[in-house]
């Protein structure tokens, strides 16, 4: 009977256990173990069925929770003892019986044996066999395990042969059971290495099986299946790759077909890539699994994994070369990381982690130079290796250029399309991962250092490339070859010419023609489909550079021009994009207003964005995303919420594959185009800042911020690419700064002070931030932070103590150099305000440079919120930190006391966080122990008291005059007021210290009046340029000083110096201050205000009370002032009744009851004098002592809107009278420059004016007034009014005379020397008119007038009658003096024309007399007058009115040659007053006029 009979045959009976187990039980125990052995051989002699014996062994003693797969854990088959039977005794049983019936049968016992194992085998298998799961269940697993087991029992005595076992188990088998091999090579009974040397049809079935394993999905056996894999393929690799000295046949044999069996699978994994799009096909995504360095690497050494990838790598580069060169031009687009399938992708990962950045580019760069390769994969391979490793750029730049230089030294053209598809590809990865195309073209070519420079044949081989390119390149290619043109000799620039007259006929054929191009290099790289995004860069750079320079660049210039199309269409679109208008101009307001005055803006296109944006300020942000798809939105945020659970297991390279993947999800919502969608994107950046904030919590629960990875810098990274999602992220964290802050939880702010943290890091590589203008992220940031408020402040000492504790623990994973990058300057500033501010503990220990080291990092602030600290105890730990105590040592981390000085300034006062008291003792504390000891070089004042009172005086100062500038924009002082009275007590505590002091110690240094004094003029010196903006800043920053001053002492503005045994007072400093500076900002002109008079009065008191004669040094003082600064002495004359009863009441105080000294004295007389004048009383002789000027000053006062003024001129020194008109005058230009006030009071001055001149007209002094050259005893004047205002006495003198009545008017004319005043008044009339402005007169010796006309301009210009016109024309002063005069010859020998007066009835009128003939003057038609721009000359309406072109000279022209000036037309009623005067006046033209200079044609 055979084995199998007898295998079929057997009844089922009890167990060879049970029956050892009963057979023990009723034996006695003492019995021997010979008998036991021999009891046990007779009933194996009863037992026929050998197959069921094999399926007891073992059996029943294994354990039930014992994991059959447990062997997959152990490295080649060794198994752990499972503690069950078989035992050696049972294998002997069982080999005896083997042997006794192969010898029964006549058959060798390894045939017996093979026969029984593979019945056994194909009963388990086929047992409950299921075709759907692939796998064996857990049972038939077990039985399979024992089976195996006993076999190899069989197979340790020599009962079995595997390669008789393996050709019974073939036989009928077509293809074996992936599962059971796995299994014969764990228990090494059959080796798979074997199994493949020995089948020659290993390969089909393998491949097959293996192809059908990846595609099961037991619902329990995935890891059963992986690790089933991981066997497979590490015996594969290692038997296909590991390399023999000398390889027999089989072992090459072997080689072969194990590379075979994973080429096989391979390609199929890339062909189940390019069929299935996303998402992947869940099979290969198990078989991609395979490549994981780690599992393979279990049965395989280190080299001979990096021979598998290397393998590997070179077939998928090179599998399919189906797509030329000219598709991979044309496709690359589409080829980038975000956009290539993500089982490509991840396959590209896998095979480089095993290698260097530099092996993978030299292997690329080596397949790419010996091998037909699949373009597509050859591209997504690059995009992923620089994705994924931030060290590749360096790399890849080294290797373009090593391309370059191949290509030219060869003129290989295979090197040189290559290298730019490999530059391509980098720059479509976006400006955080390679620099854009634009660049790297110009870097490369843009010089002539360029390896096409070296040779006309190096040029001609570059161009001619470019070229041939041309039929497949994208348009944003072809427009940065011509934007950004290559380096090119002139003598060869026709052959680049011809380059890119091809290139724009291509771009035309493209519908994309030149028009269209940017003003800038493109670098977005998207192409056609971001030409609006373009558009926006160049905006963008445009309003940059107005920004910095104030002019509109060249740029725009010639496009609004040469490139109009592009100027109209795609330009002023994106710039006149509706939006919300900020408040103060921003820098994209001014310049669209500047290009809407250059006349660049068609009227219509700015109305339209003008009403927009008034459209935009009233709409609902919500309303206008209303109808807007969310699927972007919605993708992000799965993108962003897969990052959070992706940080803790995730490597450097999956986080870099993700987050490429969120930025091209970003650049759906932020594209750069110019359409807006603000509820959009708020709702995106909400988003990010929430799933950034969840990142920093989960990542901070198991990790302190320098054990995490890198994983936030990579984010932060990923937003600096995208500018304008990087500007509306910073405008969120700012709303949330000024206007949520009571809504951030703790959660949010450790998140929100992380991203702070990382954006400063990252700031560098990140475009600037506009608010008002171009700010970094960290001034941005910091200015958000008001601490004005008890909840601003702790609000902010809260996120900066999150940000600082952050930044610090984070600093310390980087190198030292970079520890800085981390700590945000301006948070830091801001605690070192407001930790000494709030805490009173912490002032006993002051930051200071140095500190103990070796000291631990104070708890995060996320540890101190798991532990319930507050903030005070958080803020203390940070205090005391040694490594923030060691940034006080850099200049950015020190808070200097003007900065102190400015927060402190902000805070309001009735929502302070501190008392009155309390803000009292710290705001003294800080400016006394503090910053005064504190050396300069460290913000401090170097214990100089005089440094202190200059920043607080320039503190105050700038406090008053603040605008809304980035750093004070967001301050919003309440009803409440600031903290502008304590700091103005610390300044007066602080002056009053320095008086006593300077008085107790005499020191000879500057005191406290010459430091106050140097202040205004330090801050005055700003204005210095002339100009209507310069003089309105003067006279702010003087009424701010003049406002600190009054709340100061009196007697500190007039110095005390010590003489001999005494002591005098110096009053040159005051005077100074208020001939230069006072003088220029009174308002109304020529007039201190009473309070600042009195003050300046009260403080000469004051000081005169402190020297030993006091009544004698106030009348020293006085005189010196009365001569020296008339402003003073008019303004006290003028303020006399008012502050008398003040100063006798001082004065009294001061001096035990005298009365004021005699020269003030004389002001109370002459205020007598002037009344009694005004009322008609006799009146006795004027004071003596008076100066004129005083008495004048009187005089105006008591007549100041008196309708009797005028009265008893005829009584009163001239020089008194030539004062007083020029007092009036004062007051008459005041009322013409605003009519609109005081209109009464100006018609009273007018009339005082024309009585005085009535008075004056026959003598030449009153002409003085309006004569700066030649003023003699009346140049006090000068010193009354302002420079300004004296520029417009031209004015005042023609307004004045057109006042009078003609008799007046003819006896003014023939006043002495009046011609001499007309004229210079008249050219300084036209230069107001002409020049806009008031604008200083260029100082020559004797001012000209130069006339000149053109006959027929008067016909060219216009003009109804040429009489009326005149013209520039030509002058030379070597020609002939012509003496113009009345009767004189009207031509001379070379019949040249000249002018000629006549008298004649009626008006004159100038008309040019033909060639050889005479001119004459004429009386025109009456005509109304028409409205003209200029200056008002009268109220009247004067029916004599000429419109002329004039040239206006101060000095003639050049010698050599002939000057043509043109000018715009002006109403000349000026130049008939002048005419007119020397009509009636029979003057000699030639007075004005120096010797060698004439007038002719």
């Not at 330090?1018 to 600190?1044: F, H, I, K, T, Y």
Request: some cysteine; charged content about 20%; overall charge neutral.
């Amino acid at each position: 009977m055979s084995a199998s009979d007898s295998c079929e045959a057997a009844p089922e009976k009890r167990t060879l256990s049970s029956l050892l187990a009963g057979r023990v039980a009723k034996r006695p125990k003492r019995e021997d173990a010979g008998g036991l052995q021999q009891a046990a051989i007779q009933l194996l002699e009863q037992q026929q069925n050998i197959c069921a014996l094999l399926r007891e062994v073992g059996v029943s003693e294994r354990p039930s929770d014992t994991d059959p797969w447990d062997v997959l854990h152990t490295r080649n088959g060794e198994q752990k003892p499972t503690g069950g039977v078989p035992s050696a005794a049972s294998a002997a049983l069982l080999v005896r019986e083997l042997r006794r019936r192969a010898g029964r049968l006549g058959v060798p016992v390894a045939a017996l044996s093979v026969t029984m194992v593979v019945e056994r085998l194909k009963e388990i298998v086929g047992e409950g066999e299921d075709e759907a799961r692939g796998l064996l269940t857990s049972s038939q697993r077990v039985q399979l395990c024992v089976l195996l087991e006993s076999s190899r029992e069989l197979l340790s005595q020599g009962a079995l042969c595997p390669k008789l076992l393996w050709q019974e188990y073939r036989r009928d088998q077509r293809v074996p059971d992936l599962e059971v091999v796995c299994h014969l090579h764990f228990y090494n009974i059959l080796t798979l290495r074997h199994i493949i040397e020995s089948d020659e049809d290993a390969r089909p079935w393998l491949v097959s099986q293996l192809k059908a394993l990846c595609g099961w999905t037991p619902a329990r056996g995935g890891e059963e299946t992986k690790k089933m894999l991981s066997t497979v393929v590490g015996v594969l690799v290692g038997s296909g790759f590991e390399l023999s000295p000398r390889p027999a046949a089989a072992d090459r044999k072997a080689q072969l077909l194990c590379c075979s069996a994973l080429d096989d699978l391979l390609f199929w994994l890339l062909d189940t890539v390019e069929r299935s799009p996303m998402p992947p096909c869940a099979a290969a995504e198990l078989w991609l699994e395979v490549f994981d360095a780690s599992l393979c690497g279990v049965s395989a050494s280190g080299e001979t994994l990096q021979r598998f990838f290397t393998h590997s790598l070179t077939q998928t580069l090179t599998y399919k070369p189906q797509l030329t060169v000219s598709d991979a031009v044309a496709l690359q687009n589409e080829w980038t990381f975000a956009k290539s399938n993500a089982l490509l992708t991840s396959l590209f990962r896998k095979l480089a982690v095993v290698f260097g950045v530099e092996q993978l580019l030299r292997h690329l760069r080596q397949v790419l130079e010996t091998r037909e390769v699949n373009w597509k994969h050859v591209l997504c391979f690059l995009s992923t290796l620089l994705v994924c490793n931030p060290g590749a750029q360096l790399r890849l730049r080294e290797l373009l250029s090593g391309l370059l230089s191949s290509a030219f030294e060869g003129y290989d053209l295979e090197s040189m399309i290559t290298a730019f598809l490999l530059a391509r590809q980098g720059a479509l990865e976006g400006p955080a991962v390679f620099p854009s195309y634009g660049s790297w073209f110009k870097m490369s070519f843009g010089g002539g250092g360029g390896p096409h420079a070296a040779s006309k044949k190096s040029l001609v081989f570059l161009l001619k490339f470019l070229s041939d390119l041309v039929p497949f390149e994208p348009p944003q290619y072809l427009k940065v070859h011509i934007l950004q043109s290559p380096y090119v000799p002139v003598k060869h620039r026709s052959l680049l010419m011809e380059y890119v007259s091809l290139a724009k006929t291509r771009l035309a054929d493209l519908k994309e023609p030149v028009e269209d191009m940017g003003l800038y290099e493109d670098v977005s790289g998207e192409g056609a489909a971001s030409l609006q995004g373009q558009a926006v860069q160049d905006v963008e750079k445009a309003v940059s550079l107005f920004e910095s320079t104030g002019r509109i660049s060249a740029t725009v210039m010639e496009a609004s021009i040469f490139r109009r199309p592009y100027f109209l269409t795609r330009f002023l679109p994106a710039l006149l994009r509706p939006r919300t208008l900020p408040v103060q101009a921003d820098a994209r307001t001014s310049f669209i207003e500047a290009l809407r005055k250059a006349d660049k803006v068609p009227a219509a296109q700015y109305s339209q964005y003008v009403e927009s944006c008034q459209k935009r300020r009233h709409e609902d942000a919500g309303a206008a995303c209303s109808d807007t798809d969310d699927e972007p939105v919605e993708a992000l945020s799965v993108q962003l919420q897969e990052l959070t659970q992706l940080l803790d297991e995730a490597s450097e390279g999956e986080l870099s594959a993700r987050l490429s993947r969120i930025a091209h999800a970003l650049s759906a919502v932020f594209p750069g185009g110019p359409v807006e969608l603000p509820g959009r994107r708020a709702t995106v950046v909400d988003v990010i800042l929430r799933s950034f904030c969840q990142c920093v919590i989960n990542a901070s629960r198991a990790k302190p911020p320098n054990k995490q990875s890198s994983w936030a810098s990579m984010f932060v990274g990923t937003l600096l690419g995208n500018a304008e999602l990087l500007s509306a992220l910073v405008h969120r964290l700012r709303d949330l700064f000024r206007n949520q802050a009571s809504s951030l939880g703790a959660a949010h702010q450790l998140g929100l002070a992380a991203l702070a943290v990382h954006l400063h890091a990252g700031a560098p590589r990140g475009p600037p931030v506009r608010l008002l203008g171009p700010v970094r992220v960290d001034e941005a940031l910091s200015s958000a932070l008001a601490c004005g408020t008890r909840a601003g402040m702790l609000f902010c000492v809260r996120l900066c103590v999150a940000a600082l504790s952050y930044g610090i623990c984070r600093g310390d994973a980087v190198p030292p150099e970079q520890r800085q990058d981390y700590v945000l300057s301006g948070f830091y500033k801001k605690l070192l305000y407001l930790i000494p501010r709030l805490s009173p503990e912490t002032r006993a220990s002051p930051v200071a440079a140095g500190g103990p080291r070796g000291q631990e990092p104070p708890p995060g602030p996320w540890l101190g919120a798991a532990a319930g600290a507050t903030w005070r105890e958080a803020a203390g730990s940070l205090w005391r930190h040694p490594a923030f105590r060691q940034l006080q040592r850099e200049p950015q981390y020190q808070l200097p006391l003007s900065e102190w000085l400015a927060a402190e300034l902000s805070v309001q006062r009735g929502d302070d966080a501190l008392s009155d008291p309390e803000r009292q003792e710290y705001q003294q504390w800080a400016c006394w122990e503090l910053y005064l000891p504190r050396p300069e070089e460290q913000g401090g004042c170097g214990g100089d008291t005089r440094i202190l009172c200059s920043h607080l005086l320039r503190a105050v100062m700038d406090q008053q005059l603040s605008s809304r500038s980035v750093e004070t924009q967001d301050v919003r002082v309440s009803v409440t007021g600031t903290c502008l009275p304590d700091i103005l007590s610390r300044l007066q505590e602080l002056v009053y210290e320095m008086q006593v002091t300077d008085l107790r110690h005499g020191t000879g240094r500057p005191g406290v009046c010459d430091l106050l004094l140097e202040s205004a003029s330090r801050r005055c010196a700003s204005s210095a340029p002339a100009g209507v903006s310069a003089e309105l800043g003067l006279q702010r920053a003087l009424d701010a000083w003049n406002r600190v001053v009054l709340a100061l002492p009196a007697a500190l503005l007039v110095k005390v110096k010590p003489d001999g045994g005494g002591a005098t007072l110096e009053v040159d400093a005051l005077v100074e201050h208020v001939n230069r500076l006072q003088r220029r900002a009174c308002s109304p002109v020529g007039l201190l205000s009473c309070h600042l008079t009195s003050h300046f009065l009260r403080g000469l008191l004051c000081a005169g009370a402190r020297c030993g004669r006091p009544g004698e040094e106030v009348n020293n003082a006085w005189s010196q002032i009365s001569v020296c600064c008339p402003l003073l002495l008019v303004s006290a004359a003028h303020w006399w009744e008012r502050l008398s009863p003040v100063l006798s009441s001082l004065w009294r105080r001061l001096c035990d009851g005298e009365l004021l000294p005699a020269q003030l004295q004389l002001l109370e007389d002459c205020r007598t004098w002037a009344c009694r004048l005004e009322k008609g009383q006799l009146l006795p002789a004027a004071p003596a002592a008076a100066a004129a000027l005083l008495l004048a000053a009187s005089l105006h006062r008591a007549w100041r809107g008196s309708v009797s003024g005028g009265r008893g001129l005829s009584e009163l020194h001239r020089q008194v009278l030539v004062f007083l008109l020029f007092l009036c005058v004062k007051d008459h230009l005041s009322s013409l420059l605003d009519p609109q006030e005081e209109t009464p009071r100006g018609a009273a001055s007018a009339a005082l004016c024309s009585d005085l001149l009535l008075a004056l007209v026959d003598c030449a002094d009153w002409l003085l007034l309006f004569h700066p050259s030649e003023r003699g005893v009346y140049q006090p004047i000068a010193a009354v009014m302002s420079d300004q205002f004296a520029r417009l006495m031209p004015w005042a003198f023609y307004s004045l005379l057109l006042r009078q009545s003609a008799e007046l008017r003819r006896r003014a004319a023939r006043s002495p020397g009046f011609l001499r005043t007309a004229v210079p008044c008249y050219a300084g009339l036209l230069r107001l008119f002409l020049e806009g402005g008031v604008a200083e007169p260029p100082q020559v010796s004797e001012p000209r007038l130069f006339i000149f006309y053109f006959f027929g301009a008067g016909r060219r210009w216009g003009e109804k009658n040429a009489e009326f016109v005149f013209s520039g024309g030509a002058f030379r002063d070597s020609e002939p003096r012509q003496t113009v005069s009345p009767g004189s010859d009207p031509a001379d020998a070379a019949g040249r024309r000249v002018l000629q007066w006549t008298q004649g009835a009626g008006v004159p009128v100038l008309r040019p007399g033909p060639r050889g003939g005479s001119g004459s003057l004429h009386a025109p038609p009456a005509r109304e007058p028409q409205p003209r721009d200029g200056l008002p000359l009268t109220d009247a309406k004067t029916p004599d009115l000429l419109t002329c072109t004039l040239v206006v000279l101060t000095r003639p022209p050049p010698r050599n040659g002939t000057k043509y000036c043109f000018v715009k037309r002006i109403p000349t009623f000026y130049l008939y007053v002048f005419f007119y005067i020397m009509h009636t006046g029979h003057m000699n033209i030639r007075s004005p006029f120096s010797a060698n200079s004439n007038v002719t044609q």
